[in-house]
């Protein structure tokens, strides 16, 4: 039978496609072969269509960048002192050799971190009282005296009383940043994208607010408490008031109104009133669930043991601590309405997640070496793209049906190798049939 010959031009893979064909197969490679030739069936057959591939050179210029960097090259994490790096997970297994006792130590961890997050929540979000026994109320950032959309009836007869009564409170951290995201009418103006805040300034006002400020927004423009940690104040009732003048004050300008309102109040500070424990997420649970989520880098080589816990101990940070939901019913403690917002959203969170880990991170998290957890702590993800020692253009490669062999389909795959012969990836099957034709594989 006579030989057939195939050749590959384009984009070729020049050193990584010879390592995969192994010596004692019935097949011969041919670097740079004189001339390209074709799959031939037999003698006096057509040679079959050629097989190329696109290259850089003849893609459109606003797609060159889908090519990454010219020539590729893989991109892999260079540990900065991986000897001191390996030392805790080192110390770690000598001194915990059984996997139950690792068990145990996490369990342990997982539990420290979930006390660093609840003990300031408790005694920040808790219930308080003031000196006299008086339940201080706990408000959100959007919280007002007069409700939004006409929800005070007519006359306002479900906000009574408009006067002669106080109440303290306490507000969260942040308060200062919140705005109105849907156009507010505050007499002729049309206020949006700014703090709900009217009124509070002017000569003889005494920092007299119109009822439908923002509670927390009126205690720190008045002064009365700190946007970084919040804090607690008293309000009182003052009715009906006339002119409410703009100040800018504390980093918030408050907004005019000329004519009268049928609620307003005043927000003052009280000694008998006092926080037990500031807003907790800056100054204690944000640097504690770093140092947590450092150590858990540091401490553990297993890709779902990382990946899962720090993302429970980050979402639980953030839904109870740094980002909490808007709780708009002032009581007494929000601690119940915290655990059921944050129990409502766990589950889809960690459906999103699982479905991250197994497509992305499980991948870049499980090859990353002891050697490289701080890196791992900063950065997860790496590139890898395959590069070539020696120009491209010019090169083919030729495959050789020996004569007398078995006649039947077959599969070519081009891979993605490291040094030492790893492979890393594959492209999908490209056949060579037995009539001599070619179908490139996608991929």
Not at 158 to 185: K, M, Q
Not at 355 to 369: K, N
Request: aromatic share 12%.
């Amino acid at each position: 039978m006579a030989s057939r010959r195939s050749t590959v031009t384009g984009r070729t893979r020049f050193d990584e496609e010879a390592q995969l064909l192994n010596g004692n197969d019935a097949y011969e490679l041919d670097e740079d072969p004189p001339t390209a030739q074709r799959p031939r069936d037999s003698a006096g057959s057509k040679p079959s269509r050629r097989i190329s591939i696109w290259s850089r050179q003849h893609a459109p210029r606003w797609l060159a960048f889908l090519y990454g960097p010219d020539p590729p090259k893989i991109y892999s994490l260079k540990p900065i002192f991986p000897a001191v790096q390996e030392l805790p997970v080192k110390w770690l297994e000598r001194a915990l050799p059984q996997s139950w006792q690792r068990v145990i130590l996490l369990i342990l961890f997982l539990v420290a971190w979930a006390l660093s997050l609840a003990v300031p929540l408790i005694l920040s979000k808790g219930a308080a009282r003031d000196a006299s026994g008086t339940v201080i109320r706990h408000i959100d950032c959007i919280d007002t005296l007069w409700r939004r959309n006409n929800e005070c009836g007519l006359d306002g007869v479900d906000c009574r009383p408009f006067s002669n009564t106080s109440f303290a409170f306490r507000c969260p951290a942040d308060c200062a940043s919140v705005r109105v995201l849907n156009p507010h009418h505050v007499g002729p103006q049309d206020v949006n994208f700014r703090p709900l805040v009217i009124g509070g300034g002017g000569e003889g006002s005494q920092g007299i607010y119109r009822g439908d400020s923002f509670l927390c927004g009126a205690a720190i423009h008045a002064g009365v408490i700190d946007d970084a940690t919040g804090g607690c104040g008293v309000v009182t009732l003052v009715g009906e008031y006339y002119r409410f003048f703009a100040s800018s004050q504390h980093g918030i300008e408050s907004i005019p109104f000329d004519s009268y309102f049928p609620l307003s109040f005043t927000v003052a500070a009280d000694p008998a009133v006092k926080c037990t424990a500031l807003d907790p997420r800056w100054t204690v649970s944000l640097p504690l669930s770093l140092l947590f989520t450092l150590l858990l880098s540091v401490l553990t080589t297993s890709a779902p043991v990382l990946y899962f816990t720090a993302f429970l101990g980050i979402f639980s940070h953030v839904a109870l601590v740094s980002d909490p939901p808007n709780l708009s019913s002032p009581s007494s403690t929000l601690l119940p309405s915290l655990t059921s917002h944050f129990a409502g959203r766990l589950l889809p969170a960690l459906a999103c997640a699982a479905l991250i880990y197994l497509t992305c991170a499980r991948r870049a998290l499980s090859r990353l070496p002891a050697s490289a957890n701080l890196e791992k702590a900063l950065c997860w993800t790496r590139f890898r793209g395959w590069f070539s020692e020696r120009p491209l253009e010019g090169q083919a490669f030729a495959w050789t049906r020996r004569a007398g062999g078995t006649v039947a389909d077959e599969y070519f795959r081009f891979g993605f190798l490291t040094t030492g012969g790893r492979a890393l990836d594959y492209t999908r099957a490209g056949t060579w049939f037995v009539n001599g034709t070619w179908s490139q594989g996608d991929g």
